[in-house]
Every structure is written in C-alpha cells, then in structure tokens.
C-alpha cells in the first residue's frame, strides 16, 4: 500500500522526468500529436488510481508508457486500424540517451531523437510564435501553464487558449512527427532554439516548487542543444545557446547554500565552480563566433561584439565574463554593461531592460540603476525579479525601509519557494540592520 499523497507526488516527479519522452514516443508511434498527449494524460490518471493501492512500479516511466500503448492499441482496434500500426510497438522501445551518446555530427536528413523531432513539430511555422513556445514547454519540459504564463510574461487563461489552439492547428494541417528537410528548419530554427533555452531556464532556476535548481531539466536542455549541433554544426547560434548553457550550468554546485537558498555571485565559492563545463562553454562559443582580443587580467578568449554575435551569442558572452573573472571583485562590468547595450539594441525587451540595469548598477552606482528600475514597474508587472532588484538597489543605498518592503512585495509573487524564504529573510534582515552594500541576485 502506498499514500495517495506519496503516489501523487511519485506521478508528478515521473511526469516531470519522462513526459517528453513519453509523449514524443507516441506521437511517432501514432503519427497523432494531440491523441499522443491524450494518451499519456490517460496513463497518469490510471497511476493515481492504481498506485496507491498497488504500489509504485520500480520503473514508473516505463509502467507509463506501457498503460498508453495499450490505450493506443484499444484505439485502433476501435478504428480498425490496428494492423497498421502494431508492428510499431513490437520492435521499438523508448530510448534514453544522454549527452555522452550525442554523435559530432549527425546526418543532415535524419534527427535520431525522438524529444527533438517532437520541439521540431510543435514549432511548425503554421503556429504563431507564442503558440509554439507554449505547446513545445508544456509537451517538452512538463511544465504547467501557470509556469508558462510566468516564462512567457502572459496570463493562464492565454496560455491554455494558445495551447489548445495550437493542437487543433497541427491537427487541422496533418503535421506528420517527422523532421523538416534542410529548406524548412531556418524557419523553425528560432523557435526551437528559444524552446531550448526556456527549457534550461526552467532548470537553473525552477519557477515553483521547493528546490531552486532542476539539474535534470538542465542537464535535458543540453543534450537537446548538443543534438541540435550535431545536425545544424555550422549554426552559430546553436553553439552560442550551448555555450550559454555551460557558462551558467557550472555554477550549479556553488548557487545554493546548506538550507537550500540561494546564493549570490559574490558570495558563490569559486573553487565549486565546474571549470570542465567552462572550458566547454569557451570551446562553444570559439566555435560560434570570430575571437577577437582576451578579457582583461584573465587571459581568456572573448568574441568581438561585432558582425556574428546574435541574441545568444551576446548572453553567452555576458556568461562568459561571470566565468572567467577569477573573483566577484574582478568582474568585468564595463564590459557586461556594454554586450547588455548591444542586447538590449539587437532584441528590446523589458527583461533585457532590467539585466542591464543590474550591470549598470554595478559599473556606475544603484541611483541611476534605480531609475531604469521604476519605469519598468509597467511592462514588468507581477515578474518577481522586479522589486527583486529595486529592493536590492533600495538597500544599497541606504533606504533600508523601502527595500524590506520591496522584498516582502517579491516574495509575495508567484515563484520558488526557495527564492520566497530567501526574499523574506531578507526583508527582516533590511528591517533590523544598518544600511550595507549587497550585490544583485544574478
């Protein structure tokens, strides 16, 4: 016998874990992209009712799929077209590769990876760009569309309609799970490389939940991107997202603390710092983009800013300079506030806005910072980073009542429950202390 409440967190760990894979897996078996997810909601409904009682199964991913094929075998029978399809789930099995197996290079007409052929469906251009993103994050990285709405700044309402949209468009068009041929993927390629990047996102810093981190989330999203490369190896994109990701990936070990919170960059011990995961960034991102010049003091190669340095390229760089700066009071923030203008000029956006307002305060003071702050206050509405950061800012500079309150407001936002604890120790903390200089959460 198992708990309900046991069995129920077990079915939402496993969904979390398996369900793109799951869900990929059907859709090449059925050809059926909506009916696919219909069926692995189906299996999980079945697991909340059979579990308790019967036990978690030792492999609850493959006790999943199981459950769908047989839904999907039912199905058929029903529509008399089980002959087609049966022999499809006699000689394959859902595979799990991992970033070791992904080859250099890869042939051009061929994706042997069922979770990157799914990302290339869902952001077939019959859909808008929204829709894409919202169908691929619930499909491919499991999230809820309350964690959709916060990633993509929108409302839950918006999002579920976008959702179900989506599927209906893809239905309505017969997209077959297949991959696109080399003419077709530029038009697909932003999408996926944004469904990517959001994907790890969710991994370095979990919307909701009790852990901060979800290494495996992480871990998805470069295995995903490293295939991508192996495909597409003269993208310079692909490889700047990769190099992104393994700049901030190797602060995983040094970002939280012994209870769990977060740590600043200034106060992360260096020494944890992953330097193989660095040295891979720095080999992405030579790949990417021309090298030209060395960081100050570091020795390391940087990429110029010039023609060749896309939307990634340029956060890679900014990455790249938190990773070589030997310490916090070495970081380069000149230069960061530099490739944040040049962002913020390539793609405009009131996050772009905000990141570099934390750069600026750091190259020349939190007033000014605070000020390119407020006249966010619209745009940015309900993002939690936002009074985040005007609290930060608020404390450096010695309005230690304003900053408590700006960390009470964060903290009441929707949002992990690890940054929420942190967010309210800080709060009393600017409450019964003299005003003292901290360093912005990055």
Known sequence: MTSDGHAQRAVEAVWREESARIVSALTRHTGDFAWAEDLAQEALVEALATWPAGGIPDNPGAWLMSVAKRRAIDGWRRRERMAQREPLFISEALRAESVDTVPDEADPDHIDDDVLRLVFVACHPVLPAQARLALTLRTVAGLTTEQIARALLMTVP???????????????????????????????????????????????????????????????????????????????????????????????????????????????????????????????????????????GSGAERPSVGRGIGYYGLQAAIAQCHAVAPTFAETDWQRILGLYDALAALAPSAVVRLNRAVALSMAEGPAQALVEVESLETELSGFRPLPAVRAELLERLGDTDAAAAAFLEAAALPGNDAETALLRRRAAQAKSSAPRRTEPRR
């Open 158 to 296: 918006t999002v579920q309609q976008r959702i179900v949209r989506a599927k209906r468009a893809l239905a309505a068009e017969g997209v077959p799970f297949e991959v696109p041929d080399r003419a077709e993927r530029p038009a697909r390629l932003a999408s996926v490389l944004q469904v990517i990047y959001l994907l790890f996102t969710e991994g370095y810093s979990a919307t909701e939940g009790e852990g901060l981190v979800r290494p495996d989330v992480a871990r998805e999203a470069v295995r995903l991107g490293r295939q991508l490369a192996s495909l597409m190896p003269r993208e310079a994109e692909v490889w700047s997202l990769i190099a992104l990701m393994e700049f901030q990936s190797s602060r995983f070990a040094a970002r939280i603390d012994a209870e769990g919170l977060p740590l600043t960059l200034e106060q992360q011990d260096r020494r944890r710092w992953d330097r193989s995961a660095i040295a891979r960034g720095s080999e992405a991102i030579a790949r990417a983009v021309p090298v030209a010049g060395t960081l100050a």
